[in-house]
């Protein structure tokens, strides 16, 4: 499978099987069996067989370096540095760190929570004095985890941003609510709690702000239907977008 | 009006008139009675739902006030009358046409949502870098467009609630114009999906630069005619002057950005401070004021407008040089097909369909599988952010290695800023909500989404 051309060349090495990573991932947890989302035995496609595992939980070395990239240390470090110095339980309350595509991922236990955000806050050598908000994720098959906030901090002051990342399991899903240290989490907790079912401990009125107050369910849940009808056009019928055939 | 005792088939409210004292139920043409009523019963407080159906709170807003006279003494803000589930939607659809779900959030700054998200997906992709020059130049010069409509009509609303029809009237002319730039361009005046992630959905048209041209010799003057209306006008200053003031710490404190932070005197745009799209090349000034009330976020707005027009200008010179490319030249993420007009309207261009019928079966392949399938985003999550008319628009992208997003959150700037109403009405004039309201200028698609 070799051409001549350049253009056809590219495009085949692009299309070939990369080369195995270092652990054997098949002793991973499974992901994912089959393609094209088929249970059934109407797979005739010749993957039904396959198997994809999930990937390791990922974990940066240091350095961490900085938006441009980790080659040397970065600003990045200088913000885990000073995190370490100010926060005396670091090791305790930060999981790991995880640095991708120029973005820094501290994953902090829920009980620590509050402590750092208040330290990110307030230390003059970090000063993450704005909080963009809760961003809630779903992941039904992390079992011990399934529910995961993740925070987006600003420094405005140093100009840098850094993400913060808790999860709790969803038999027990609550996180400490940062609306003591970052006024502007009220309506993104409520929100979340909305979306996800994440009860924030402490948030002075966690209600529903987006759904009627009687909504029964959290929508943003993967386990929540999207819902919709077919519908008929010119003859076809098209199923409901979450019925259709899918590539995952 | 209707105290309880009137009714005696059906009264909703008797049941709860036990629990929090007695209720009005207004009609209408009844307020005397009303007020008369409440006198009676020396009761100074009235409580008055203000929206979700009125016309001077920017869409379906609504606010509970409690009111002592003329007196907000709390201000409560309900939302979600507009939500969509856009976000919920996005993730069965594959990733080029989460833009087309996305551009419907903030339905005035259309274009920003889109670039935001695309600029999410690419990161995820790491083809930040590859993305086409004139592409990029096309992407900032429909944001600065779309910036200066959006302020228009910030503006030019906000002088309707005010009972300023001209200003309303002048504003909505000059956004026309906007919207017609749009049209020419992308085929849409709102809601375009346009920036798609890689590029542009299309090159521009021919004749749409002389277009912009013209525009842009109109515009100061409109902008300065507005500026005449009302930078000076006695009424306009008395109602926006030291009115609904918010200051940096409150700002910080309630995550708001855009022209109230701006307002404030904190020269904070991502534009110069964390340059997205090649902004760091366009010379152009961060507005900024020091009265932190709503005539300095008018002001904020107004000059912001002229400086979208320096920047506009700047890209139609780079646009007449720079040529070439408008989507990624990777064959497996970029878009295949160029739009173009045909007899029955835009579709797919004849030459490509031409190119992939007739000649390459590798292109015939690469649109098929990227036209039912999509591209598969490497697992991880991206946090982007760009300055939009009503502050920092952030998209969280999280993929988990599929041809769909696994979830897409838009921190939408309108949502975190709206937050702010009750700091600053409370403690004012009934008349000071609406002009608050209207200068933190809230699109409500965007905050429900």
Redesign the interface.
Known sequence: MSSQHPE?QA?QA?DRVPAPRDADPRELPVARRGMFGARTTGDTSGYGGLVVHK?PKASSPRPYGGPEGAAESGVFDEVADELERVLPEFGDAIERVVV????I?FHVRREHLVEVARKLRDEPHLRF?????V????YPDEPGEELHA?Y?L?S?TH?R?I?LEVSCPDADPHIPSIVSV???????ER?TWDFFGIVFDGHPALT?????DDWVGH??RKDYP?GGIPVEYRGAEIPP??ERR??? | MSPSTKYTEYDAYAAEEAAEGRVFDVGGQDWDQVVAAAEDLGDERLVVNMGPQHPSTHGVLRLILTLDGETVTECRVG??YL?T?I???M???TWTQGTTFCTRMDYLAPIFNETAYCLGVE??L?ITDQIPERAQIIRVMMMELNRISSHLVAIATFGLELGATTVMLNGFIEREYTLDLFEEITGLRMNMAYVRPGGVAQDLPSGALSKIRDYLDRMPKRIQALRKLMDANPVYLARTKDVAYLDLTGC??????GPVLRATG?P?DLRK??PYCGYETYDFEVATETSADVYGRYLVRMKEMEESLKIVEQCVERLQSVKGPVMIED??IGWPAQLAIGADGMGNSPRHIAHIMGTSM?ALIHHFKLV???FRVP?????T?VESPRG?L?V?V?SDG???P??V?F?DPS??N??ATPAMAEGGMIADVIAAVASIDPVMGGV??
């Open positions: 056809q495009e692009a990937p991708h595509r120029g973005e991922t004095e704005l909080c963009s908000g961003s809630g994720v779903h993740v987006h600003l405005i100009n941003r993400r970052y006024p502007t989490n009220d309506w993104h929100e529903r702000i987006e759904m009627p929508p943003q999207l977008p979450d899918s590539y995952v | 939302i979600g939500h589930g976000e919920k939607n993730e069965f659809r990161k995820l790491g910080m404190a309630m995550g708001i950005t904190l904070w401070s964390q064959k497996k590798e039912t399938e999509g697992a991880g999550q991206a946090y952010t920092e952030g969280h999280v599929g041809t769909r696994y979830r959150h921190r949502f975190t709206l937050q429900d989404r």
